[in-house]
């Protein structure tokens, strides 16, 4: 049993990693499409 224990407890682990690696990435841009719509809209008031 230890070793089919360990061999999930990677897995899981693995799944995890991924998991957090895109929640990151997705937060990273939703960031940049904010700043990139923000930078636009002072651009465009600075015009008037």
Do not use: H, R, W
């Amino acid at each position: 049993m230890p070793v089919i224990d360990s061999y999930l407890n990677f897995l899981g682990q693995l799944l995890l990693s991924i998991v957090c690696i895109g929640t990151m990435l997705f937060y990273v841009k939703q960031v940049k499409k904010a700043v990139i719509a923000f930078e636009e809209k002072s651009k465009a008031e600075n015009e008037k």
